[in-house]
């Protein structure tokens, strides 16, 4: 993938991935101000966020304006990583970044780095993710199996429900959330620990 730089009149870098802006040229502050308000309901309660997407940072930078979170970030393109070291040294020291790694290798890269020590949130940023959407999808994809695998783990003999994980509906295009867990036991109705499987979800998910 071609990378390129583009400096702005207040010394900002924006990346250039096959030629396509990743952030806005005018005011790409204002943007990714904009993108984490309409984010933020999924973000305000989690310590922990991992974002599919380095880009310039901007998106991340607005992130740790607001709170001090533990970010992780998925980034498709390795090259970015150095850039991005030379250009915001100070931003890169506040969050780990994971490249070039095979996707399962990648879950146990941040299990390691404490990424799912608590509930996370998961933050896509829009640009990154359509520059390279097939990466993303295989990640997000190995995510909800991991989420999946740890519930299995906590549910253990319990048959109701191993069943109820056993319904649930995920599309490889979605990230299992809370509200996804609700509605199935809406549609499961009586017979289940409601209260132990939402203390169990909420351990492990997290949008």
Known sequence: MELEFIRLEDNSWIPLLNKTLIHSAVNPQREASSFIDHEWG??????????FGLGGGFHIAELLRRKNFDVHVIEAEGSLIPAMNERWPDLMKQIDVFANYPSGQLVRELQDAGAFTHAYAVLKHPASV?????????????????????LRELVGSNEGLSQFLDSLDINHDQILTLPMVEEALIRRGKGLDKEGLIWMTLRELVV
């Open 42 to 51: 999924n973000l305000k309660d989690v310590q922990t966020v991992i974002v």
């Open 130 to 150: 359509r520059i390279a959407p097939l990466f993303y999808k295989t990640i997000q994809l190995v995510l909800n199996e991991r989420t999946l695998f740890r």
